[in-house]
């Protein structure tokens, strides 16, 4: 893993399918952790995890991301988050749901994203010395230092997905960190501002 701010680390894997990295997030604040959409993990990535702090919860930003959360379930023992409106549609066991508002283990606050793939598509918000944002797939990091959306079918009306980002960027953050492609660590919220704009030109 390798920090990409302070208080959050990444590990990448990439896929060829796709032509993109998908990325997960460990993070350490208030004297806990969590990891959040996790990808494939190599035992040299759990090991980091154990010496830096055993992972409070597995936090997931919509059912598509569960990828190796029961490796990091029977290591550490610990319990899976979704949105609540994910819960029925997961294919494995949730220990605990939230909802838009809530604040999650390591000062997370979610920030439930309307009309994206998947009914409780969720951002959350780190209030760190770098206020990051992280962000599962509504909205991808492809290109590199750009931004666009899941295609059709995956999202099923464009305009109202757009719609559904204006609220994120209503939100004061400097890094966006993205579940899917490369994240942008500086300028991320004006970074956001400019493709809701672009989109709705189209």
């Not at 599962?136 to 899941?150: F, N, R, T, Y």
Request: neutral net charge; aromatic residues 6%.
């Amino acid at each position: 893993m390798k920090e990409i701010v302070p208080g959050i680390r990444t590990w990448s894997v990439y896929s060829t399918e796709k032509s993109m990295n998908f990325n997960g997030w460990y993070v350490r604040a208030g004297g806990e952790a969590v990891v959040i959409d996790p990808p494939k993990t190599s035992d040299d990535v759990l090991q980091e995890m154990a010496r830096e702090g055993r992972p409070a919860a597995v936090i997931l930003t919509n059912k598509h991301h569960t990828r190796a959360t029961e490796t990091l379930r029977a290591t550490f023992g610990c319990p899976v988050l979704v949105h609540d409106s994910e819960r029925e549609l997961m294919d494995i066991p949730v220990d605990r749901t939230f909802r838009n508002g809530d604040v999650l283990p390591c000062g997370l606050k979610v920030y439930t994203v309307s009309h994206s793939k998947t009914p409780g598509e969720s951002a959350l918000l780190f209030d760190g010395s770098v206020r990051a944002l992280i962000v599962g797939d509504a909205v991808l990091g492809k290109p590199a230092g750009s931004l666009s959306l899941l295609p059709a079918p995956m999202i099923r009306d464009a305009g109202r997905a757009i719609d559904g980002l204006r609220r994120l960027a209503g939100v004061e953050f400097e890094a966006l960190l993205l579940g899917d492609g490369e994240p942008i660590l500086r300028g991320g919220r004006q970074e956001l501002l400019r493709f809701i704009e672009r989109a709705g030109q189209a």
